[in-house]
């Protein structure tokens, strides 16, 4: 079993590849990277750890979404006000779906959770007077951020906004890797091996991937509430199931085997599709195609492209094995 | 108002029928791979675009029939046995997102052959017009295709009941171990099962293109209306999914008359309802 | 120790991104003094999904007239895809500002991705000469950075119904199957408005999703009511769909009648025995008879061995009024050109135009088409007769733009 860095330590990592990324990239790209990590980090808790394959996390990411949105375009509400009932919204939203699928295995919970995602995808299609239907819910606002003794910041401000981004990643970031590590996530992770052993040494294996589930709602909610305030528009687009492909794509781009696996994993995907989007209109050829090739060759992500090449170069390993 | 349901109970059950065929290609698909095909709709796509490719080539209706069943289904069976088939042994995920890709790199090819402008097909002269009930128009073309699926799901049906072949590809579905140990090429089986239900799909937007055109969304529309026939009529069984496409065509045309915008809503509500009161479906066993 | 392990990979990886990062910004383009640029952000896939590459072919014809430059700058134009969705819109539009300094852009295709496109252009105060069917670009969310080239709903309603009115003067009942989306819901609006004014009946209505693939249903309810019209607001490839669809019913008795339907490049897509005698109000026509369009179509024929559309015309024609602006204005500086704009009167291909300087819509005609018999057409481009035209503008009292004039 391998022993666990601190998570101090892995939060201080992240921190530092979330100030290291608007150097090396225009900042609206960083920005979405990070968003899109946090999703795809809610995502991996799912599907990586506990094994729950799910491929409807588009839905509580539109959700929340929808709801950060609809607050910051319609009323006065602070920032906190609206991020905190994105994640609600997100999370009673994973609650309800998470309690009609989970009792289901394998496939059968994969299709309902796609279903489910579908279903929620028609509602806010339909429910146009809330939602702006097909078109989006747009005007959305960033509301300036009163800090007491500090002043206000202005979120309109790219800089300022990314830092906000950078902020509720390495939060989330820190949680998720806390979860993952604290008995929920053994829990979880037996579970993912052998539910049924794991249930008969007695522990409820229901509950822990309902509370994961919504754990995951919640921070996809979070990463939806910011999407929706980076271009001040919420599109439709966001809450469907192409959506949830790209969470778990973007969980096995990267590599399922460590956490920082979701987080190259939405680099990866926010890169190529920025790129890619303004050479060639038919873009997603290539993504279908990249996404073939690591299925079939590199089934590790690109993390395992890193392990690969660092063998090749012969740089020697730090000592295997566990003490 | 009878006369206005009465029409679009015709309409659904002709959009049914087509409902129906696509997600029983889904079904012998998924019997045999235990993974939901998620090019399923890319096929369906190629088959309505090979359809009218073929016709603007100067074939005739039927023969282009024949190519829009054809062409998916050797696609198909490409897919499995290059793609599918490798990751047979690792967890199902891995096959999953490498239909996922399949389906991408289908539908984009469809737009560099036959770009991004949708496309139409007149049907034949002698399906062309309608029938005047009286109290409503029935056009000829519906009638056509209902009849069309429905001899086509007669043929498959009597292929799995009643040949050598069908009784392996059930075998093969039931216990796959088993038939292995008896003889049977179970990997064959796979990939002709897999090309059986692309070519159904294919056929399928053959049949749609004088009716709804070729369009480029049209494989991802089918494909998640196809799962929700699968999940409604149960994923164990093979022939769930024709029951349940026909009663899906009905309840959104039917409700499309009530509630026009939310018509494919209650799809998936009815999706929903029927997990909660029977949750293997309506044909399906625990 | 694993430790070790882990700072290792975090070295890899902090390098692995900041390569992927190095590599993108090399590719933004330097803003220079000398060059102009121009956006052309419009629609390569979709409903609209043919019309990216032609609203881009009409702006190179705007550019060839004057070697490609106004005063004394190279102008560049940045083809962008905006998918016909808002979202992907807004994003293509604020990536150009941020990456190619981009202050004018145009192409819209769809009202929604156009007005969504207005509150960006608003926000970061670039100039943008939007197309589209929605009254609210010069109504209720009108904009001192934003520009109507189509012409309003009101004249297009108008200009149909009037033509109707006078030639089938028995047919007064009408039903409407509408696209549910801010373009269609303005036809219809209008429809209300200008049926009232003429005393016409709406004996109902359907809306009907973007991307609908099933008018069926929709044919056989309008049916059921026996109008003697059916008026399709609706649009792109639906409007197809929708028309090959009624064809299937055989129904002689009903006219169809398209008054924001169909452009020359659907008309292509069905088969003149499909469209023959179908009544069309269209925003651009190849033989309106006006010297520049003379010379644009002659051009655009020559060119592209094709006929140019409501896309071509839109292209080229707002980007030639954007540039004559400029070259008024003498200055490509936006708050200078959009005062230019306010109130100019200048030659376009519809004639001498204007642009009304508090709602900033093109004050221009509109075109009602009668499709053709297949045995009249003189060759395949021929394929209708414009029968009538009117600018009857907005009645004033229905606008809801609130800037003061």
């Not at chain 2, 579905?173 to 897999?194: H, N, S």
Request: proline share 4%; net charge positive; glycine share 10%.
């Amino acid at each position: 079993m391998q022993r666990r860095s601190s998570t101090y330590l892995m939060s201080a990592v992240a921190a530092a590849v979330a100030v290291a990324a608007p150097f090396c990239m225009p900042i609206n790209i960083a920005t979405e990277i990070l968003i899109f990590g946090v999703f795809a980090l809610a995502t991996y808790l799912l599907v990586s750890v506990a094994g729950l394959y799910s491929f409807g996390q588009a839905a509580f990411f539109g959700v929340g979404g929808y709801v950060a949105g609809y607050v910051f375009a319609h009323t006065a509400l602070p920032l906190a006000a609206g991020l905190a009932l994105a994640a609600a919204g997100a999370a009673l939203a994973a609650l309800v779906v998470g309690m009609m699928s989970i009792k289901r295995t394998g496939i059968y919970f994969m299709m309902l959770t796609f279903a489910f995602n579908q279903m929620i995808y028609y509602l806010a299609y339909t429910w146009r007077d809330v939602t702006g239907g097909e078109d989006g819910l747009g005007s959305i606002k960033r509301p300036d951020i009163e800090i007491p003794g500090l002043g206000t910041v202005d979120l309109s401000n790219h800089v300022n906004f990314y830092i906000l981004a950078a902020v509720v990643f390495v939060a989330v970031f820190a949680a998720l890797y806390q979860m993952m590590h604290s008995p929920l996530g053994l829990v979880l992770n037996a579970a993912r091996q052998n539910a049924r052993r794991t249930a008969s040494l007695g522990y409820s294996v229901y509950r822990a991937q309902l509370l994961a589930f919504v754990v995951a709602g919640a921070a996809s909610g979070v990463a939806g509430a910011l999407f929706a305030m980076l271009y001040r528009i919420m599109p439709i687009d966001a809450i469907a199931w192409t959506n949830s492909g790209n969470a778990v794509f973007m969980v096995i781009i990267g590599g399922m085997s460590s956490i920082f696996g979701p987080v190259i994993g939405a680099a990866v995907f926010i890169w190529l599709q920025g790129f890619f989007s303004l050479i060639w209109a038919r873009w997603p050829l290539l993504f279908g195609i990249f996404i073939i090739l690591v299925v079939l060759f590199l089934k590790g992500g690109v993390i395992e492209l890193f392990d690969r090449a660092r063998h090749l170069i012969g740089r020697r390993a730090a000592q295997r094995g566990a003490p | 108002m009878t006369s206005l349901l009465a029409a679009q109970l015709l309409n659904g059950l002709a959009i049914g029928m087509i409902y129906a065929l696509t997600a029983f290609g889904l079904s012998i698909i998924k019997g045999l791979l235990n993974v939901p095909n998620f090019a399923h709709g890319a096929f369906y796509a190629l088959g309505a675009y090979v359809c009218y490719g073929a016709m603007q080539a100067g074939l005739s209706f039927a023969p282009a029939l024949c190519a829009a069943f054809l062409v998916p289904a050797l696609a198909g069976a490409a897919v499995e046995r290059l793609g599918v088939a490798r990751l047979m042994s690792g967890p199902y995920l891995y096959q999953l997102l490498f239909l996922f890709g399949t389906a991408l790199v289908l539908e984009q090819v469809i737009i560099l052959v036959w770009g991004t402008v949708g496309l139409s097909a007149a049907a034949p002269d002698w399906l062309q017009g309608a029938f005047d009930l009286g109290f409503t128009y029935l056009p000829k073309y519906l009638v056509f295709n209902g009849v069309m699926a429905a001899l086509t799901i007669a043929a498959v049906w009597l292929l799995i009941e009643r040949t050598r072949l069908g009784s392996q590809i059930r075998a093969g579905i039931d216990k796959r171990e088993m038939a292995q140990c008896l003889g049977i090429d179970v990997r064959r089986l796979v990939t002709a099962g897999f090309a059986l239900g692309a070519g159904l799909a294919g056929l399928s937007g053959g049949l749609v293109l004088p009716l709804l055109g070729a369009s480029t969304t049209m494989g991802s529309d089918m494909l998640s209306i196809a799962f929700v026939v699968l999940v409604i009529g149960g994923l164990g069984s093979l022939y769930g999914a024709l029951a349940a496409g026909v009663l899906v065509g009905i309840v959104q045309s039917v409700s499309s008359v009530f509630v026009p915008s939310a018509s494919t809503v209650l799809i998936y509500v009815a999706m929903v309802a029927t997990i909660m009161i029977r949750p293997q479906g309506l044909f399906g066993e625990r | 120790m694993i430790r070790d392990k882990k700072i290792d990979r975090r070295t890899i990886l902090k390098a692995g991104v900041a390569a992927l990062g190095s590599s993108l910004s090399g590719l933004s383009w330097a803003a220079q003094d000398d060059i102009l640029n121009l956006g052309i952000i419009s629609q390569q896939t979709g409903t609209f999904a043919y019309a990216g590459e032609i609203v881009y072919k009409g702006a190179q014809l705007a550019l060839e007239e004057r070697d490609g430059k106004v005063l004394g700058k190279k102008i560049n134009l940045l083809a962008r895809d905006d998918e016909g969705k808002p979202a992907v819109g807004v994003r293509r539009v604020t990536e150009a500002i941020a990456s190619d300094n981009m202050r004018f852009f145009l192409g819209n295709f769809s009202s929604a991705v156009g007005l969504a496109e207005l509150e960006v252009a608003r926000q970061e105060r670039v100039l943008q000469y939007a197309a589209g069917g929605s009254e609210d670009f010069t109504g209720a969310r009108c904009s001192p950075y934003t520009f109507q080239w189509s012409a309003h709903p009101y004249t297009a309603l108008r200009a149909t119904l009037d033509y109707v009115h006078k030639t089938l003067p028995d047919k007064k009942k009408i039903y409407t199957i509408t696209a549910d989306y801010a373009f269609g819901q303005s036809l219809l609006h209008y429809t209300q408005v200008v049926a009232k004014e003429l005393g016409m009946e709406l004996a109902g209505n359907d809306n009907h999703p973007s991307g609908e693939r099933q008018f069926t249903q929709y044919f056989t309810k309008a049916l059921s009511t026996r109008p003697d019209i059916i008026l399709l607001l609706t649009a792109g490839a639906d409007a197809v769909t929708a028309v090959r669809q009624f064809n299937s019913f055989g129904v002689k008795t009903v006219s169809l009648v398209g008054p924001w339907t169909l452009e020359v490049e659907q008309m292509r897509e069905l088969s003149p025995a499909m469209l023959s005698g179908m009544i069309l109000g269209l925003n651009y026509y190849q033989d309106i008879d006006t010297p520049v369009n003379k010379s644009f179509v002659e051009r655009y024929l020559k060119a592209n061995k094709s006929m140019p559309s409501y896309a071509a015309a839109y292209g080229y024609d707002s980007t030639r009024t954007l540039l004559l602006a400029m070259e008024k204005a003498k200055s490509v500086e936006v708050e200078a050109v959009i005062k230019t704009l306010e109130g100019m009167q200048f030659d376009s291909i519809f004639g001498p135009t204007r642009i009304d300087p508090r709602t900033h819509q093109t004050i221009r005609p509109y075109y009602v088409v009668q499709c053709k018999k297949p045995d009249a057409m003189k060759n395949e481009f021929d394929m209708a007769t414009i029968v009538a035209h009117s600018d009857e503008q907005q009645p004033p009292a229905l606008n809801e733009c609130k800037r003061p004039a």
